[in-house]
């Protein structure tokens, strides 16, 4: 069973920047795409962005397109989320995900979750 650590979280400012990092670890062979989600409180988790393990195919969501961007460093088999002009509304617990097949913004399409880090953006 493969195994996700996010790090990277913490409270920033208005327009300020964070870079989340998720690391893989087990079984990564069988990783084909790597996502972002995040959940704020209340609210459902949502989609942030995906990139593919081998090509770097990224796609995101509209809500950070311009703002956030994903890579990989396939050395050391971590996926990060540089995310800049930070908003209050981008407050959310983020979460990595692993699909092993072309996945994009759909939850059931990934079958193992890191535990989350939390961002806190102040205004």
């Known amino acids: 069973q493969g195994r996700l650590v996010e790090s990277g979280g913490g409270l920033v400012q208005a327009g300020g920047s964070l870079r989340l990092s998720c690391e893989t670890s087990g079984r990564t062979y069988s990783i084909y795409t790597m996502g972002w989600f995040r959940q704020a409180p209340g609210k459902e988790r949502e989609f942030i962005a995906t990139?593919?393990?081998?090509?770097?195919?990224?796609y995101y969501a509209n809500s950070v397109k311009g703002r956030f961007t994903i890579s990989r460093d396939n050395a050391k088999n971590t996926v990060h989320l540089q995310m800049n002009s930070l908003k209050p509304e981008d407050t959310a617990v983020y979460y990595c995900a692993a699909s092993p097949h072309y996945a994009l913004d759909g939850q059931k399409e990934y079958n193992f979750w890191g535990q989350g880090t939390q961002v806190t953006v102040s205004s």
């Open positions: 990139i593919t393990w081998s090509a770097g195919t990224t």
